[in-house]
């Protein structure tokens, strides 16, 4: 059976690079948003993507997001296969006499 993952590119709006961080659980995370440019095409926004689901949702909590400074850019599903564990080798050890 596999297991299906989302990944998930978020865009921070107007911001061509940012680095954003989060005090989670009494831990510092620094999230960094990079890639953003600015042309005659218009922005284009600095992003971060993710397939971690803890990081997803400790992202989708931030004000920031509910705010709509973040928002997310695209998402893929992505299936993973469990990985099977390798029979154990049999090695035939002769004792010495």
Not at 53 to 72: D, H, L, V
Request: some cysteine; overall charge positive; proline content about 5%.
């Amino acid at each position: 059976m596999d297991k299906k993952l989302i990944k998930k590119t978020y865009a921070a709006r107007g911001l061509l690079d940012w680095q954003m961080a989060l005090n989670v659980a009494g831990a510092i995370i620094r999230i960094c948003f990079t890639g953003g440019s600015m042309g005659s095409n218009g922005v284009i926004p600095a992003k971060y993507t993710t397939d971690n689901p803890a990081m997803q949702a400790i992202i989708e909590k931030t004000r920031s997001f509910t705010s709509g400074k973040i928002y997310i850019y695209s998402s893929e599903t992505l299936s993973v296969e469990k990985e099977k564990p390798e029979p154990p080798v049999i090695k035939d050890v002769k004792g010495k006499h």
